[in-house]
């Protein structure tokens, strides 16, 4: 039996400009690294995984376009 609990929230405009950011930022990865796995999959038939993207993202994160 699977229970659910349907939460709303209610964020001040400080909180929704956070989200939004965050929310930003996770789609910009997201299609990030769906573009980068469809073209890896394309070139070498192998598609990235997880640890692959993980280790990727570190290094991204330190080069000052992406910070």
Known sequence: ???????????NKEQELALAKNFGCVRFVWNYYL?????????????????D???DL???KKQP???
């Not at 039996?1 to 964020?11: D, Q």
């Not at 573009?35 to 640890?51: A, D, P, R, S, V």
């Open 1 to 11: 039996m699977l229970n659910v609990l349907k939460v709303r929230i209610y964020p």
């Open 35 to 51: 573009n980068k796995t469809n073209n890896q999959y394309l070139e070498t038939g192998k598609g990235m995984t997880y640890c």
């Open 65 to 67: 376009d992406f910070e």
């Open 58 to 60: 570190t290094q991204l």
């Open 53 to 55: 993207m993980a280790k």
